[in-house]
């Protein structure tokens, strides 16, 4: 189309202004490569070059603080995060445990509340609407919310335990449920986003396969397991796509709950990446920290993409 | 006919006489300061990064354009919160672009890095020249130790603004229930704790930070108590000594047999809201805190708080005394002139005007001034007044250059003998890991 109503103007401009022609020739030929240019310039800006000189960055021994530049060490950060670095194992298993946990709570329960808000009912505008609260609500604020309500002495958390006869608990206060606790407030915050996505997905389904399954006497379980499962599947994976993402880089809620303690307990990478890099300035390190991170995100991501494409 | 040169002289000498009569006869507070001529650097700018504080949000900045009447200097004065405040300063320092004259640090977290990094300029020059320093100024007039705050590897970086020590709060009411004594040495007050704690009503006999960095600066009076000290001579480690053992194994057990459930992830604002709140009979921490425990409006228990030096071990009482400063930056181009707003700020006036504030101070002037004698309860008075000179200087945390880095080896340990690890195992871990930072960063 552009390239048409070039050559249409380039018919009668071209006897007056011959040197203007050439470069409108020029732009002709090299159209395919202009027009994207921009989009690619700001691309490689954004994107590429802050990985690229972070994997530079990674090969260097840098603080901020320190009046010297950065000196090249080759890769001595690398061997210390995975030889020597005593908080880089622990980090990266409790990334992986809490985004396990995330994805299987998210997705699961996000299906299962989806399932039920797509039949028709009386209010079903207004509990699809409050349903989406906890996400739409700033994260930070949510989680001090939910760090008062876990306080084991002043919680009301705790209060609701005894209630019912429980033992308190000590919530994100000990090493031991301080992963169960955020993935509580995880699961919380972003199962209305599975939830959303599975709305979607189910809406569009087609309704003739559902039709012949209950004709043929099969039992809603199995239209559940056998019809719209595998039809959703697409959905679902997409819907773990996004979660496993999100849960991998987890960064608001553990800081503002816990700063990764009791002592390191809850340090995701993520956090563990920030400490390094803006409490203790450590640049060098946390870029190799960074790159780490970023093949863990990637590979998860492509595993994912994969399990999309292949047969059920 | 050649003219002689004497009428020229003579009208030169006449104008300078009347120029000379017409400055001094303006008016201007110079007259009030005696013959120290603060128009020095009239017309000049400066610019300072500060730290939010009441201090810097509530006496200063209202203040500024009484300093550029007085002297003819325009100042920016920007402040952030902490964190930022902290990441600007060392973008605009790295940068090494001289737009900074002047800025706020805390010497026991920033003080090594940034002399290191040579950000400050040394200001005893300054001090000593009466031709900068007025004579009104009188840094004789800081008490001895608060000088030594703003004393880095034995250079004079700065003036110090409020100093705190750590104190130990205590509920006289419960005390007075129980027939019991405020507990003057570390068994005492470990038996005090005990006998307080009352699990079954959720009452609790002691707290203080449990959290993985902050607890190192409430664990400090444990180990120097016990006789140890963060670092040796030599700038290494310390924390494995008998004494060192001994403090974090004492904190460590407090905290966990008579602290509130969840001590790990108390920070200072937990502690000022468990004891404002009624749950717990003794608190140590920072004596800042005095005006949010006095205050009817946030605290349950104001009215009933009694304070207390920390209580003493074989080695005395002693607890971090710590402080922001302010400082010149050694990039200034203006170095003279930031001096000359830097005594201005920490002037017998301006501080007297902090202590009106309730902001405690470290000019003994002020201190001493009826205003903030009447403004704070008696006893803390006294007893942050005692505990001063006992003081350990920045003693927060080991100074070294990796301070949160430091703190947080440091605070794990801390958080290991809650959870009921040896303190043996506990602090040869730390030890090891701080050994480990300071040889890569210093």
């Known amino acids: 189309m552009s390239t048409l109503l070039t050559s249409g103007r380039l018919a009668t401009s071209a006897p007056a202004r011959p040197r203007g022609a050439a470069v409108e020739r020029w732009i002709d030929r090299n159209l395919r490569w202009l027009l994207p240019g921009p989009a690619v310039a700001t691309m490689f800006l954004l994107m590429v070059f802050p990985l690229v000189y972070t994997a530079y960055l990674s090969l260097h021994e840098w603080y901020a603080s320190s009046v010297l530049g950065p000196r090249f060490i080759?890769?001595?950060?690398?061997?210390?995060?995975?030889?020597?670095?005593?908080?880089?194992?622990?980090?990266?298993?409790?990334?992986?445990?809490?985004?396990?946990?995330?994805?299987?709570?998210?997705?699961?329960?996000?299906?299962?509340?989806?399932?039920?808000?797509?039949?028709?009912?009386?209010?079903?505008?207004l509990a699809r609407t409050l349903m989406l609260l906890p996400m739409i609500?700033?994260?930070?604020?949510?989680?001090?919310?939910?760090?008062?309500?876990?306080?084991?002495?002043?919680?009301?958390?705790?209060?609701?335990?005894?209630?019912?006869?429980?033992?308190?608990?000590?919530?994100?206060?000990?090493?031991?449920?301080?992963?169960?606790?955020?993935?509580?407030?995880?699961?919380?915050?972003?199962?209305?986003?599975?939830?959303?996505?599975?709305?979607?997905?189910?809406?569009?389904?087609?309704?003739?396969?559902?039709?012949?399954?209950?004709?043929d006497g099969a039992s809603s379980w199995q239209v559940f397991w056998h019809v719209t499962l595998p039809l959703l599947r697409a959905t679902l994976v997409i819907a773990a796509l996004f979660r496993t993402i999100d849960a991998l880089k987890v960064f608001d809620i553990v800081y503002v709950m816990?700063?990764?303690?009791?002592?390191?307990?809850?340090?995701?990478?993520?956090?563990?990446?920030?400490?390094?890099?803006?409490?203790?300035?450590?640049?060098?390190?946390?870029?190799?920290?960074?790159?780490?991170?970023?093949?863990?995100?990637?590979?998860a991501s492509l595993l994912l993409i994969r399990v999309r494409r292949t047969a059920w | 006919m050649l003219r002689s040169p004497r009428p020229i002289i003579a009208t030169l000498i006449a104008l300078l006489g009347a120029s000379l009569l017409w400055m001094s006869a303006r008016p201007s507070p110079v007259t009030a300061q005696g013959t120290f001529d603060w128009k020095r650097f009239n017309g000049k700018q400066i610019r300072f990064l500060v730290n939010s504080h009441d201090w810097t949000n509530e006496i200063i900045r209202p203040a500024l354009p009484e300093f550029e009447q007085l002297t003819g200097i325009k100042v920016a004065w920007e402040i952030f919160p902490e964190d930022q405040f902290r990441q600007k300063l060392a973008v605009e320092m790295v940068s090494g672009s001289g737009s900074v004259d002047g800025f706020m640090s805390l010497t026991s977290w920033d003080g090594l890095r940034f002399l290191k990094a040579g950000w400050y300029e040394p200001i005893e020059k300054y001090v000593k020249n009466p031709a900068l320093t007025s004579p009104q100024f009188l840094f004789e007039d800081f008490f001895p130790n608060t000088r030594q705050i703003a004393t880095v590897n034995g250079q004079l970086i700065g003036v110090p603004l409020y100093p705190e020590v750590e104190l130990l709060y205590y509920r006289k009411d419960v005390f007075k229930a129980k027939n019991l004594a405020v507990p003057q040495t570390m068994e005492e007050w470990e038996e005090a704790a005990k006998k307080l704690t009352d699990k079954a009503n959720n009452f609790y006999g002691f707290v203080s930070r449990g959290k993985r960095s902050a607890a190192v600066y409430t664990l400090a009076p444990f180990i120097f108590n016990f006789g140890g000290q963060w670092l040796d001579k030599d700038g290494q480690p310390q924390l494995t000594t008998p004494a060192a053992v001994k403090g974090l194994d004492l904190y460590g057990r407090m905290l966990r047999e008579y602290g509130p459930p969840g001590v790990v992830n108390v920070h200072t604002y937990e502690v000022v809201d468990l004891m404002s709140q009624g749950r717990v009979a003794m608190a140590s921490d920072s004596s800042n805190w005095v005006s949010s425990f006095e205050n009817p409006a946030k605290s349950k228990v104001a009215g009933q708080l009694g304070y207390a030096r920390i209580p003493r071990g074989p080695a005395g009482s002693h607890t971090p005394l710590i402080s922001w400063a302010i400082s010149v930056s050694a990039q200034s181009k203006?170095?003279?002139?930031?001096?000359?707003?830097?005594?201005?700020?920490?002037?017998?006036?301006?501080?007297?005007?902090?202590?009106?504030?309730?902001?405690?101070?470290?000019?003994?002037?002020?201190?001493?001034?009826?205003?903030?004698?009447?403004?704070?309860?008696?006893?803390?008075?006294?007893?942050?007044?005692?505990?001063?000179?006992?003081?350990?200087?920045?003693?927060?945390?080991?100074?070294?250059?990796?301070?949160?880095?430091?703190?947080?080896?440091?605070g794990a340990a801390i958080v290991a003998v809650i959870e009921g690890q040896p303190a043996r195992d506990a602090a040869e871990k730390a030890q090891k890991a701080v050994a480990e930072i300071i040889k890569k960063t210093q």
């Open chain 1, 74 to 125: 080759g890769l001595q950060n690398y061997v210390q995060l995975f030889a020597r670095d005593e908080r880089f194992w622990p980090a990266l298993v409790t990334t992986l445990v809490f985004t396990v946990g995330s994805v299987t709570f998210t997705v699961t329960l996000g299906l299962g509340i989806a399932h039920l808000l797509v039949r028709a009912f009386p209010g079903r505008g």
């Open chain 1, 258 to 299: 816990t700063e990764g303690g009791p002592g390191f307990a809850s340090e995701t990478l993520n956090l563990y990446v920030f400490q390094t890099s803006f409490k203790y300035l450590n640049l060098g390190y946390a870029s190799a920290l960074i790159v780490v991170f970023f093949t863990v995100i990637a590979a």
């Open chain 1, 137 to 215: 609500a700033t994260p930070v604020a949510m989680a001090l919310v939910w760090m008062t309500m876990m306080s084991p002495t002043i919680g009301v958390l705790n209060w609701l335990l005894s209630l019912v006869g429980l033992p308190p608990s000590a919530w994100v206060s000990s090493p031991k449920s301080v992963i169960a606790a955020l993935l509580l407030v995880e699961t919380w915050m972003w199962t209305p986003m599975t939830t959303l996505i599975c709305l979607a997905g189910l809406a569009a389904l087609p309704g003739e396969p559902f039709e012949s399954a209950r004709v």
């Open chain 2, 334 to 410: 203006n170095k003279e002139a930031a001096w000359y707003f830097i005594q201005w700020a920490t002037s017998r006036d301006m501080v007297l005007r902090q202590a009106k504030a309730k902001i405690p101070v470290a000019r003994e002037s002020a201190w001493k001034s009826h205003e903030f004698q009447s403004s704070l309860p008696k006893e803390w008075l006294a007893m942050f007044q005692a505990a001063l000179p006992d003081g350990y200087p920045n003693q927060a945390n080991p100074v070294v250059v990796a301070v949160p880095e430091t703190r947080d080896a440091i």
